[in-house]
């Protein structure tokens, strides 16, 4: 797909320093920096709609600020973000039209940079700063998987997991690693597939645990189509890593299937 070249919405101008501590200052130093030196004005630009414009990013700002993130529906919720990406313009539309696009803010930071800039108005720019909130979102999941038991923590795993596979276009066969107390040694994508059908050689999946000397394993892969429910073949190549491994003393507590809106478990469903 070929990728629109970034506009000069996307860029990220410089703004003046304005001398006062504000978690939430912005380009309003452009403004007044430049208030004088402006173009006369054309027949669509109307007295006042700069101060129009910014008293908005300033209301919401503070709403924010005075209220939480409870106050504010989704969109807004992106259009703080995109204010840092597009410092000039209206984003609630552009705001809009994401949530339209993607159904949820989910959506939107898990959809591919190159699906993002379908969307008109995001540009290359944009769309890496909308994936970026969302790797330190996983990485913040990740976080706190580490140095804890991850049976004990069951939800967090979902959680990351979700966060991680649910938007992914293609499938991915995804090895969450454990030690003799069930805490997380690495988390590794182990294969890429198609929209339904990943390659898992079990003789691999095993020996790289031996290498990474972990006691437990847990697989996890998605299903881009939504529906988690376990093919045949998920179950079949299940039982057969899981056959695999238990010889060589490693367990496999569970294989998880992550679909869009939600996920199934084979061990809760008794397949293993």
Sequence with gaps: M??????????????EETGREDLFADERGYFAEHVGKRAPLKADHLPGADEH??????????????HGDTSLADYEILELLLFRSIPRRDTKPLAKA???????????????????QEVKGIGESVALDLKLV???????????????????????????????????????????????????????????????HTPVYPREVVRRALELSATAIILVHNHPSGDPTPSRADIDMTKTIVDTAKPLGIT??????????????LKGLRLI
């Design 53 to 66: 414009y910014l008293g908005h990013r300033e209301r919401l700002r503070d709403k924010y600020r005075d």
């Design 252 to 265: 496999v507590h569970d294989h998880i299937i992550i679909g869009k809106d939600g996920h199934a478990s």
């Design 2 to 15: 070929n990728k629109r070249p970034a506009s000069s919405q996307d860029s990220h101008e410089p703004t």
């Design 98 to 116: 994401l949530l339209a696009r993607f159904g949820s803010l989910a959506g939107v930071f898990g959809a591919p940079a190159s699906l993002l």
């Design 134 to 196: 969302a790797t330190v979102g996983q990485r913040i999941l990740r976080s706190e998987l580490r140095e804890k038991q991850v049976l004990s923590s069951w939800s967090s795993v979902i959680d990351y997991c979700h966060a991680v596979m649910a938007y992914e276009a293609r499938e991915q066969f995804r090895i969450l690693f454990l030690d003799k107390r069930n805490a997380l040694i690495a988390d590794e994508i182990q294969g890429k597939g198609t929209v339904d």
